[in-house]
Structure formats: structure tokens, C-alpha cells
């Protein structure tokens, strides 16, 4: 395999990383504002956005402990919210799998929505790649979006209360969100998932802990593989 | 204030929880062969994740309390719709962000 083809392949993924960066920056700033303000120190929130690196299990933590809520709901409730990352690590072993385990250990740590959403695409785009071209995609996509997390965190928390969070920072994430997802949605399989999941997350929102969210999850992934299953697609 | 104990606590189990649940499968179950019903659901996590993640977001926005906010309501509708015909990441992106800026500026 030529050094070149890996190289190509991780450029790619950096090219698809990119636009993220406006994303995350603003966000990453954000989490380190409303850290700071809720008292953490900047060496604090660093700890925590690279010990972490999930942007809305961080905010629900956050949250959570400025509600002084019990460290069990606390860290129960982030781990719930992260668990489509264990979703994300089981898609990615079909692709990544064959890696030795030290490799398979670094992308896992770097497994966030970013980088599995970007690589889950372009892997279904380019099947023939080689397991190293596809692990070269998934750091590339990590590269421009990973370090500035953690950056951007310390630049918020060093900026501290003196950033405005009012002018509709918060919905940069939503809209992030709906931009990987809405040019995916190409069969009627995607179609039902997604309309399913929207629909029970909003039926659902009642459930305590961050649960409804697994529940509408995995109504859409149900509702997706049985449409594909009969063959609607 | 967080107590500083509580802190580190969340944040030590929350790092060996979270690398946990990304180690789970990828680190333990390697090159074996998934069986088809799996990957025939796992095809659809990222799509149905993220819109249960999102929806409640735009509907009832932490940032006005909990109530639907029309603007957010069409930002994010016309990054679905423009997202979903131009099949292009930076123009929904593009199109959600607008919505915003032009709303925030608008004279009311």
C-alpha cells in the first residue's frame, strides 16, 4: 500500500473536518464560560473537556452539578447521554476492527457525533479503501476538530464571564447537527428513522434521565432496519 | 459553587466511562463478524441519535426557557430542507447560521 494513498485519505478526512471548526470553536468557548462561571478553575474545564470530550454529556454535567443534583444522576446521566458513542464504536468495527489494539484504543478515545458522522459516510463512499486509508480518514476529521476542543475551552474559561451567551450560541450545535444529518437522509429507510426518532424524542422528553433520548434512538434504528429489512428502500 | 472533590469525581468517572463506552465494542469485539440484524440497525444510529438529540433542542430551546421559538423553529427547518436538496453540509450550516444572524439584527 503506498504512503501517498494514506496520506490522500487523511487530507480528505481533514477537508471534511473542517467546516466543523466554526462549529466547534464557538462551542467549545461556550463550555468553557459556563464552566468558569459555575466556578472551575482553567486547568478544571481543560481536565474535563480532554477527560471527556463530548460536548453535550459535558453541558448535562455541568448543568447537573450547578443543580447540585445527586453525583450519581450526574454521571449516570452524561454516561447516558454518551451512549451512542458505544452505538458509533460498534458501526465502526466492521471498518476499523482489524486494527491492532493500540490503534483501535486511539480511535476509540477520538470517537465524537464529528468524526463518526464524517467517516461513517465517506466509508460507505469509498469501500474499497485499505483499514489504514480508512483509520488516515477518521484522524484527518479528527484533526481539525479534537485539539480545538480542548483549546477553545481554555480560551473561554480564560475569557470567562466577559463573552455575551445570549446571541443564539446555543442553537449552533442544533443546526450542526441537523447539517450532518439532513443530507444523509436519502432512502425511505433514513427517512423513517429520522421521523420516527424526532417524533418519540419530543413524545418521550418526559422520561427522567436523559432516557428518552435512547428510547426515540432506538425506535428510529428499529424503524429504519425494517424498512430496509422488507425492502422499502 | 461545585465542591472540588464532586468535581474531580464526575470528571475521573465520566473520562473512564465515556472511553469505556467508545472502547466497548471497537476495543473488545475487534474483527468478528458483526451478524446482519446488527449492522442493519447500527446503519441507522448516527441518523437516529442525532435527530432525537436535536429535536427537543429546537422545539423548546433552553435559551428561551423551554418555549418554541419561531426563529430557531425555521433555522432549523431550512437547514433540514436545504441540507436535504443540495446534499451539502456547509449549505445548511450556511443557511441555519443566517437565519439566526439575520433575526438577531432584525429591527423590531
Redesign the interface.
Request: proline fraction near 4%; charged fraction near 10%; glycine fraction near 6%.
Given at each position: 500500500m503506498a504512503q501517498s494513498d494514506v496520506m490522500s485519505s487523511y487530507w480528505r478526512g481533514f477537508r471534511d473536518g473542517l467546516?466543523f471548526v466554526?462549529?466547534i470553536t464557538p462551542f467549545a468557548t461556550l463550555f468553557g464560560v459556563l464552566a468558569t462561571e459555575?466556578?472551575?478553575s482553567v486547568f478544571?474545564t481543560v481536565?474535563?473537556s480532554v477527560?471527556?470530550?463530548?460536548g453535550?454529556?459535558q453541558f448535562a454535567?455541568l448543568q447537573l452539578?450547578?443543580e447540585n443534583a445527586p453525583?450519581v444522576v450526574?454521571?449516570a446521566s452524561?454516561?447516558i447521554v454518551?451512549?451512542?458513542?458505544?452505538?458509533?464504536?460498534?458501526?465502526?468495527?466492521?471498518y476499523?476492527?482489524?486494527l491492532p489494539?493500540w490503534k483501535?484504543?486511539i480511535?476509540?478515545?477520538f470517537?465524537v457525533?464529528v468524526t463518526?458522522?464524517a467517516s461513517?459516510i465517506d466509508y460507505e463512499k469509498h469501500p474499497n479503501e485499505t483499514t489504514e486509508q480508512k483509520l488516515a480518514y477518521f484522524l484527518g476529521v479528527m484533526t481539525p476538530v479534537c485539539p480545538l476542543w480542548y483549546i477553545f475551552a481554555a480560551i473561554g474559561a480564560l475569557l470567562g464571564a466577559s463573552i455575551p451567551s445570549?446571541?443564539?450560541l446555543?442553537?449552533?450545535?442544533?443546526?450542526?447537527?441537523?447539517?450532518?444529518?439532513?443530507?444523509?437522509?436519502?432512502t425511505k429507510?433514513?427517512q423513517g428513522?429520522?421521523?420516527?426518532?424526532?417524533m418519540?424524542?419530543?413524545a418521550l422528553?418526559w422520561v427522567p434521565f436523559n432516557l428518552?433520548?435512547i428510547f426515540?434512538?432506538?425506535?428510529?434504528?428499529?424503524?429504519?432496519?425494517e424498512i430496509?429489512?422488507r425492502g422499502l428502500v | 459553587?461545585?465542591d472540588k472533590t464532586?468535581?474531580w469525581?464526575?470528571?475521573?468517572?465520566?473520562?473512564i466511562?465515556?472511553?469505556g463506552?467508545?472502547?466497548?465494542?471497537?476495543?473488545l469485539?475487534?474483527?468478528?463478524v458483526?451478524p446482519d440484524?446488527?449492522?442493519?440497525?447500527?446503519?441507522?444510529?448516527?441518523?437516529?441519535?442525532?435527530?432525537?438529540?436535536?429535536?427537543?433542542?429546537?422545539?423548546?430551546?433552553?435559551?428561551t426557557g423551554g418555549h418554541t421559538d419561531p426563529?430557531?423553529l425555521v433555522?432549523?427547518l431550512s437547514?433540514?430542507?436545504?441540507?436535504?436538496v443540495?446534499?451539502?453540509?456547509?449549505g445548511?450550516?450556511a443557511i441555519?447560521?443566517a437565519v439566526?444572524?439575520i433575526?438577531?439584527y432584525w429591527p423590531s
Open positions: 467546516p466554526v462549529v459555575s466556578g472551575l478544571e481536565a474535563f477527560a471527556v470530550i463530548a453535550s454529556a454535567a452539578m450547578n453525583l450526574v454521571i452524561a454516561l454518551n451512549l451512542r458513542m458505544a452505538m458509533y464504536s460498534a458501526a465502526l468495527v466492521p476499523l476492527g482489524p489494539l483501535r484504543a480511535a476509540a478515545y470517537i457525533d463518526y458522522a461513517a445570549e446571541n443564539g446555543d442553537f449552533a450545535l442544533p443546526i450542526a447537527f441537523i447539517a450532518m444529518v439532513a443530507p444523509t437522509l436519502k429507510a433514513h428513522a429520522a421521523a420516527t426518532s424526532c418519540l424524542a419530543l422528553v428518552g433520548l426515540a434512538a432506538l425506535g428510529g434504528m428499529i424503524v429504519g432496519a430496509e429489512r | 459553587m461545585i464532586d468535581l469525581i464526575v470528571i475521573i468517572a465520566l473520562a466511562g465515556s472511553f463506552l467508545r472502547f466497548l465494542f471497537l476495543g469485539v475487534g474483527d468478528r458483526m440484524w446488527v449492522m442493519r440497525h447500527l446503519r441507522y444510529t448516527a441518523v437516529a441519535v442525532l435527530s432525537a438529540l436535536v429535536t427537543p433542542l429546537v422545539v423548546w430551546p433552553a435559551a426563529v430557531r433555522a432549523a437547514a433540514v430542507v436545504v441540507g436535504y443540495t446534499k451539502s453540509v456547509y445548511a450550516l441555519g447560521a439566526m444572524v433575526a438577531a
